[in-house]
């Protein structure tokens, strides 16, 4: 999926993953991965932790607060 940024139309970012299992990376428009989700997992017992429990990573590149998201191509 390609999202573009409100009030930005020339910036856009790539999703690629699958939403129902939090397995997703964002890539930026040079492909570079700037963000990742995934279920999280419990570090003593290596089991996989509610639906609704995920990891997101951000990297600092990337500046989630400021960009707004607004349509899907």
């Known amino acids: 999926?390609?999202?573009e940024v409100y009030d930005s139309p020339g910036v856009e970012y790539l999703i690629e993953g699958c939403f129902?299992?939090?397995c997703c990376k964002v890539f930026n428009a040079a492909k570079?991965?700037?963000a990742e989700i995934?279920?999280?997992?419990d570090p003593t017992t290596s089991v996989m932790l509610g639906?609704?429990?995920f990891w997101l990573c951000i990297k600092p590149a990337f500046d989630a607060a400021s960009e707004k998201v607004c349509s899907t191509h």
């Open 20 to 22: 129902p299992q939090w």
């Open 32 to 34: 570079e991965l700037v």
């Open 38 to 41: 995934h279920r999280k997992v």
């Open 51 to 53: 639906k609704e429990v």
């Open 1 to 3: 999926m390609a999202v």
